[in-house]
């Protein structure tokens, strides 16, 4: 059936929270959760019934024009999350740690003291296990809601060779499941999955109890996301396999984040040609 977009149809949700999420996976409610780096595009996100919007440092390759996140400051991360704070009234906002900036606790802790006290985040998201098991610990004892983000790592790209799926050989996807539980041990609330096979994070999704939202990791995670710029069709060059233009045939930009919320909460995204 074709996806129809009602005006103000989630005017009268309650704002998300972190315990929230849990709740929705317990239920079997998807979570869906996009990217945004400014007010506008935040208050569109919310009008859509959007769940969680991130001001992820996707922000350095899709607004700022660079090759990888690596670039992106804490600083302009912080300018970011606060513009979208502005915007938004009901969806979670997570902010992300740009790169090194959880190279130990203290300035992890001094990151988040940021984006969360002037950013206005409500949770913020670091890449990998590891010793970053140990900052997580720091920030969740300090009352700092975190999300774990593992395989596909962007800013590992250089380690990585390049932005490819991870754990297709089963050595790493061990590696990839232990490091799962081991975030979700440190006290992370929340774990996205990037560029992974579907069964993988369909078998993480099974053994742990927190949330995982997933892009490019199949059906089978608790919730979606995109990168917004990717989702509307703007990104130059090729769209990623796992992403879908929401935007095509659609008459504004709140109708094709509507669509993607409605199409992540009824199963018809991602479908199997968007997976690994
Ligand atoms: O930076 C980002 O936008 C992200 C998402 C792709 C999850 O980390």
Request: with cysteine; hydrophobic share 45%; aromatic share 4%.
């Amino acid at each position: 059936m074709p996806h129809v977009y009602t005006e103000n149809a989630h005017a009268d949700r309650k704002p998300v929270t972190a315990p929230a999420l849990r709740a929705m996976k317990d239920d079997g409610r998807k979570i869906v959760m996009l990217t945004a780096y400014d007010a506008s595009f935040a208050a569109r996100a919310d009008e859509a019934g959007i769940d969680v919007v991130l001001v992820g440092d996707s922000l350095g390759m899709v607004v700022q024009g660079h090759a990888s996140t690596l670039p992106v400051t804490l600083d302009q991360t912080v300018y970011h999350t606060a513009a979208v704070s502005r915007g938004l009234s009901k969806a979670l906002l997570v902010a992300d740690l740009p790169f090194m900036s959880d190279r130990d606790p203290a300035f992890a802790l001094e990151a988040a003291r940021r984006l969360m006290g002037e950013g206005g985040a409500a949770m913020v998201k670091l890449e990998g296990a590891g010793h970053i098991c140990g900052v997580i610990e720091a920030l969740v004892e300090r009352n700092v809601p975190v999300c774990a983000h593992l395989g596909l790592t962007p800013q590992s790209v250089h380690r990585l060779g390049g932005y490819r799926v991870q754990g297709r050989e089963e050595a790493v996807a061990e590696q990839i499941l232990a490091d799962a539980h081991a975030v979700a041990a440190a006290g992370a609330q929340l774990l996205v999955l990037e560029a992974v096979p579907a069964e993988l994070a369909a078998r993480i999704t099974r053994e742990l109890d927190i949330p995982t939202i997933g892009i490019g990791a199949g059906a089978d995670t608790d919730g979606q996301v995109l990168v917004v710029y990717d989702m509307l069709g703007i990104t130059p060059g090729k769209r990623p396999k796992f992403s879908k233009d929401f935007l095509a045939g659609r008459g504004s930009v709140v109708e094709a984040m509507a669509a993607f919320a409605d199409d992540v909460r009824d199963g018809r995204f991602p479908a199997a040609e968007h997976q690994y």
